[in-house]
């Protein structure tokens, strides 16, 4: 059975950073994608990034190349989300995701598996 849970969320100041955790349980993190999706009031859920697990690649959206960095501990089972330099457009629930295929997840956005997310409110 696979889940998947987030923690390290929280209200971090302007310029702050975080690190999210997703401890993942019933597969290997080398058989799946997993990634993070996000989900702000009033819009949708966009994918954030993502690490597929075959040979660690990596994918970020746009708006967070260069602040946000995915890492996995294959040791832990654990997938990690570095959040650096925060914006206040960052306040979002954070969701943890995972599928078997990058394209189901990354690009159709329909990832198999969700957490049940941890809130990041960025706010002075």
């Known amino acids: 059975q696979v889940q998947l849970v987030e923690s390290g969320g929280g209200l971090v100041q302007p310029g702050g950073s975080l690190r999210l955790s997703c401890a993942a349980s019933?597969?290997?993190?080398?058989?799946?994608?997993i990634g993070w999706f996000r989900q702000a009031p009033g819009k949708e859920r966009e994918g954030v990034s993502c690490i597929r697990g075959s040979d660690g690649s990596t994918r970020y959206v746009d708006s967070v190349k260069g602040r946000f960095t995915i890492s996995r501990d294959n040791a832990k089972n654990t997938v990690y989300l570095q959040i650096d330099s925060l914006k206040p457009e960052d306040t979002a629930v954070y969701y943890c995701?995972?599928?078997?295929?990058?394209?189901?997840?990354?690009?159709?956005?329909?990832?198999?598996?969700w957490g049940q997310g941890t809130q990041v409110t960025v706010s002075s």
């Open positions: 019933g597969f290997s993190l080398n058989d799946y994608v």
């Open positions: 995701v995972a599928d078997r295929g990058l394209v189901k997840l990354w690009v159709l956005s329909r990832p198999g598996y």
